[in-house]
């Protein structure tokens, strides 16, 4: 199981809010006398993405890793104080205690990701399975890489793998990858993305994954 981070395991900027995020990697944006175009000026990633794709290849390209460097200090703050995703928790013990493997593909840092899944118990579970941004910041979702190293780290061919995730980009990587996708949506507005982002399969609340099965075996003589 390849979880995306933000969203499926946790709400990472729950309390540490998104758009004051960004509100920061604007201001150093603007001191650098820098001016990219943003198509998401509240979302911190989508800021770090429009940036770099602004100034590949230019003098200003240096910036791109200086405000991914900050981005990465701003995450890790915010994992410190990140809300757990109602069942995650559960989902992954369950998963791990079935003999699956599980790790995390996200566009976030693998910092961030790692401080919250230590912080909540569940590191053992994904151990050296956490990919985050790879370097170079265009290689983000939707660019399917961060699946394709999380298959090559677990030894997972793509046919055997599922992909959770919340957004538009997940949903690209995984067809990228060649894996199925699901999609979890507690909101309308994430059901419509995923929707038109083409997701077959739709959840909105993680416990109908395994709560059935678990019944079944508490069942079971």
Same mark, same amino acid.
């Given at each position: 199981m390849l979880f995306d981070f933000d969203g499926p395991l946790a709400s990472l900027f729950g309390n540490h809010k998104a758009h004051e995020v960004a509100r920061v990697l604007r201001r150093s944006i603007d001191s650098w006398g820098l001016a990219p175009p943003l198509s998401d000026p509240d979302n911190p990633l989508q800021v770090l993405r429009d940036t770099a794709r602004a100034y590949e290849g230019t003098p200003s390209a240096h910036r791109v890793?200086?405000?991914?460097?900050?981005?990465?200090?701003?995450?890790?703050?915010?994992?410190?104080?990140?809300?757990?995703?109602?069942?995650?928790?559960?989902?992954?013990?369950?998963?791990?205690?079935?003999?699956?493997?599980v790790a995390v593909t996200t566009n976030n840092s693998a910092a961030a990701a790692n401080l919250y899944l230590r912080r909540m118990g569940l590191a053992e579970f994904f151990g050296a399975h956490v990919h985050g941004r790879l370097?170079?910041?265009?290689?983000?979702?939707?660019?399917?890489?961060?699946?394709?190293?999380?298959? %090559?780290?677990?030894?997972?061919?793509? %046919?055997?793998?599922?992909?959770?995730?919340?957004?538009a980009d997940d949903c690209s990587a995984a067809q990228g990858?060649?894996?199925?996708?699901?999609?979890?949506?507690?909101d309308a507005r994430k059901q419509r993305e995923l929707e038109d982002a083409g997701a077959r399969h739709i959840t909105d609340a993680l416990v109908h994954l395994f709560e059935e099965r678990r019944q079944e075996e508490r069942r079971q003589p």
């Open positions: 890793a200086e405000l991914d460097r900050l981005l990465t200090t701003e995450e890790i703050r915010a994992a410190g104080s990140a809300v757990p995703t109602e069942h995650a928790h559960e989902l992954v013990v369950w998963l791990v205690g079935h003999g699956k493997k370097g170079d910041t265009l290689l983000m979702k939707p660019d399917p890489s961060c699946l394709k190293e999380a298959m %090559r780290t677990t030894g997972a061919r793509a %046919r055997d793998c599922l992909m959770i995730g919340d957004s990858a060649g894996v199925t996708f699901l999609g979890y949506a507690n």
